[in-house]
């Protein structure tokens, strides 16, 4: 049991899928892996593309995956509706509101059956002006105010289920010193120079400030709902070298 690790489980659609990307400077994944050395493992499944309805589908399949007798998944942070909040005429990926509603309550539901705490996330912003190069074709079935519609969707199922949620447009949009009432950045409409191009880096995906900004808004969610889960309340496994006075105190620790 010494070396057995309980999980944390990263599900999301392709901004968790990228979330290990180096090429986008920090990334959420291995700054919480470092976060959580020792403690919990850290495990991506994130899916290119999927949207909520393809989660609920998958989510008994995940968790069985992710349980053995020695280790489970003590959290879950869900990450999906950026791909539900395209347009309808996008057949493939738009799941109206009331049925991403439905499968946000089917993925906690599987979670909490398992013993799992859940963090929701909901979208983040878009940048319209950099998300149409070279999709000139459908870069218009998607628009930042859609996703801030599927962001307060995520809010409402948080406050529903009393889990709590990670706001991200309005926390990205913050961090950009963006308040309400403020133009809106990304819009077609206005200014095609605005600061969401730092933090996303085709529009959509995000570049290593975003990550940033999920990164502190995950660390921040769970050492306010979840104490038990903060990592300074973990104690690392095994003892640190100079705490191992000969070798007998190891394998005391492994037994």
Same mark, same amino acid.
């Not at 901004?15 to 180096?22: L, P, S």
């Not at 300074?232 to 070298?241: S, T, Y």
């Given at each position: 049991m010494a070396l057995q690790y309980d999980k944390i489980l990263f599900f999301g659609d392709?901004?968790?899928?990228?979330?290990? =990307?180096?090429?986008?400077?920090?990334?959420?994944?291995?700054?919480?892996?470092?976060l959580y050395t020792r403690k919990l493992?850290?495990?991506? *499944? $994130?899916f290119s593309g999927y @949207?909520?309805?393809?989660?609920?589908?998958?989510?008994?399949?995940?968790?069985?995956? /992710?349980?053995?007798?020695?280790? %489970?998944? *003590?959290?879950m942070i869900v990450f999906f509706g950026? @791909?539900?909040?395209?347009?309808? %005429? =996008?057949?493939?990926?738009?799941?109206?509101?009331? *049925?991403?509603?439905?499968?946000?309550? %089917?993925?906690?539901?599987?979670?909490?059956?398992?013993?799992?705490?859940?963090?929701?996330?909901?979208p983040g912003p878009l940048n319209a002006h950099v998300w149409k190069i070279g999709r000139e074709d459908r870069y218009d079935d998607r628009t930042t105010l859609q996703a801030r519609e599927y962001c307060d969707a995520a809010i409402s199922v948080g406050k529903e289920l009393g889990a709590p949620v990670i706001p991200l447009w309005y926390a990205m949009m913050a961090d950009l $010193?963006?308040? /309400?009432?403020?133009?809106?950045? $990304?819009?077609? /409409?206005?200014?095609? /120079? @605005?600061?969401? %191009?730092?933090?996303? @880096?085709? $529009?959509?995906?995000?570049?290593?400030?975003?990550?940033k900004v999920e990164f502190n808004e995950i660390v921040k969610a769970i050492k306010e709902n979840y104490p038990e889960l903060d990592p300074?309340?973990?104690?690392?496994?095994?003892?640190?070298?100079d705490q191992i006075t000969s070798i007998d105190d190891l394998k005391k620790a492994l037994e």
């Open positions: 392709s901004i968790t899928q990228y979330a290990y =990307n180096q090429d986008n400077g920090f990334c959420v994944g291995p700054a919480l892996q470092d493992d850290v495990v991506q *499944r $994130g @949207n909520s309805d393809h989660a609920a589908l998958m989510i008994d399949k995940i968790i069985e995956a /992710e349980t053995t007798f020695t280790s %489970k998944i *003590r959290l950026t @791909n539900d909040s395209v347009q309808p %005429k =996008n057949v493939v990926q738009h799941v109206p509101i009331q *049925r991403f509603k439905q499968n946000m309550h %089917k993925i906690y539901d599987s979670a909490t059956k398992a013993g799992s705490k859940v963090i929701f996330i909901g $010193g963006w308040k /309400e009432g403020d133009t809106i950045y $990304g819009l077609l /409409e206005e200014s095609e /120079e @605005n600061p969401l %191009k730092a933090y996303l @880096n085709d $529009g959509l995906h995000f570049a290593g400030p975003g990550y300074d309340n973990i104690p690392m496994k095994l003892p640190l070298w």
